[in-house]
Nanobody, 123 residues
């Protein structure tokens, strides 16, 4: 069992920055692929970024160049640094852990989910 707790969401103006954190407990963190997803009202959950157990990263085109995913295995924490935020980034952001090394870009590839944290970007 893996417990994930997100933090760092909030309200920010367009062009601003936020850093989300996801603290994991339970199984060996460093062996998990980790991902960030988001879900806006009335829309399906969509992939944002993922990082493998080895630190390899992959981003959705909509956030590439603006968001950075990273992990600190000593702290069992994964981060999402979000810069140059846009109103269309407004959503509940979810952290997810895969039992596999890589994770992937679809929700089905993840086995554990956090409760989500709200990010609201005002225009």
């Amino acid at each position: 069992q893996v417990l994930l707790v997100e933090s760092g969401g909030g309200l920010v103006q367009a062009g601003g920055s936020l850093r989300l954190s996801c603290a994991a407990s339970g199984r060996t963190f460093s062996s998990h692929g980790m991902g960030w997803f988001r879900q806006a009202p009335g829309k399906e959950r969509e992939f944002v970024a993922r990082i493998s157990g080895g630190g390899g990263t992959y981003y959705a085109d909509s956030v590439k160049g603006r968001f950075t995913i990273s992990r600190d295995n000593a702290k069992s924490t994964v981060y999402l640094q979000m810069n140059r935020l846009k109103p269309e980034d407004t959503a509940v952001y979810y952290c997810a852990a895969s039992v596999s090394w890589f994770g992937g870009p679809t929700p089905a590839e993840y086995d554990y989910w956090g409760q989500g944290t709200q990010v609201t970007v005002s225009s």
